[in-house]
């Protein structure tokens, strides 16, 4: 099926005459029944049925009209947005992002990006890290933000940004007065929710070097209900260093020697899917805004 073949069989089928087609075209009428012919073998449907000196649509072509039309206003659209000087991006995108990271950066990026391409249009869902990788695995969303993803089969992913966890606590903690890493077990944690596929907090090799135990007592899927738990309790917990800073007026946070705790964000996508122009500006935007945050 070429295009030339639907543009014979929609201007024919418009004028229910091959003839006429044929002067609007400027091309012989047995072209146009050439053309016609070749597309009902490739489907293997009859498209026209002779009526006296016209020809009618079968249900078949009826269809096969609906269709080509839209495809041939979809080239004609894609011939002048790649001719054009200031390309025009457009179509419907469904995105998901860790709690945090949707608010953060992924939606102020995609406001942005939508403002100079208003014929974008968007799903923003914002999720736990493992719903996230879940739906992108699954193909329900096209572009997903997390915070380190394992990596798997059904999905492509890159490094957006790397950074370290910190311990964190209450401005008041008890904990600060000394910071003595080994008196640490003797106050409660809480945890971020990890799910199938995302590297959690809840068991960090770091804890293991260090010898730690960590007794959680509660868990969270929101950055923000860990930051107000922490300033209602005596707990502590892990948070990415951006977080922690940005937040420093309301929590301390603290380091300890030979601490190692990394954490990614990472852009994923669904395994075979082409990554658009409109993807490419949002984990180009989304990589900026998150190296601006976290220096």
């Known amino acids: 099926m070429k295009f030339d073949q639907l543009q014979y069989f929609v201007e024919t089928a418009r004028r229910q005459h091959i003839g006429q087609a044929a002067r609007f075209l400027n091309i012989s ?26 020809i009618k649509l079968t249900q078949h072509g009826k269809l096969l009209l609906d269709r080509a039309e839209f495809l041939l206003s979809e080239a004609g659209r894609i011939r002048e947005e790649i001719s054009s000087e200031q390309s025009t991006m457009r179509g419907h995108y469904r995105m998901a992002a860790t709690h945090t990271l949707c608010s953060e950066f992924l939606a102020p990026v995609w406001m942005g990006i939508q403002a100079e391409h208003p014929a974008l249009t968007s799903t923003l869902h914002s999720l736990r890290s493992g719903e996230v990788l879940a739906r992108v695995s699954s193909g329900e969303v096209d ?47 809480i945890a971020a929710l990890a799910a199938q596929g995302i590297e959690n907090c809840e068991n960090h090799p770091a804890f293991q070097r260090l010898r730690l135990q960590p007794k959680i007592i509660n868990m969270f899927d929101s950055y923000d209900v860990g930051i107000e738990s922490l300033k209602h309790s005596q707990a502590w917990t892990l ?16 380091i300890p020697r030979a601490w190692d705790a990394d954490y990614k964000i990472v852009a994923v996508w669904p395994k075979y899917r082409i990554r658009t122009q409109a993807l490419d500006h949002v984990i180009e935007g989304v990589t900026k805004k998150v190296k601006s945050i976290a220096r």
């Open 29 to 54: 009428p047995s072209a146009i029944s050439h053309s016609i012919a070749a597309l009902e073998e490739e489907f293997g449907r009859v498209l026209f049925e002779k009526q006296g000196r016209q």
């Open 143 to 189: 572009l997903g933000i997390c915070f380190s993803p394992q990596t798997g089969p059904n999905h492509e992913q890159e490094i957006l940004h790397q950074g370290k966890l910190v311990i964190c606590f209450g401005k008041k903690h008890p904990f600060l007065k000394d910071r003595r890493i080994e008196d640490l077990d003797r106050y409660p944690s």
């Open 239 to 254: 948070l990415p260093d951006f977080i922690a800073y940005n937040h420093r007026n309301e929590i301390e946070s603290y």
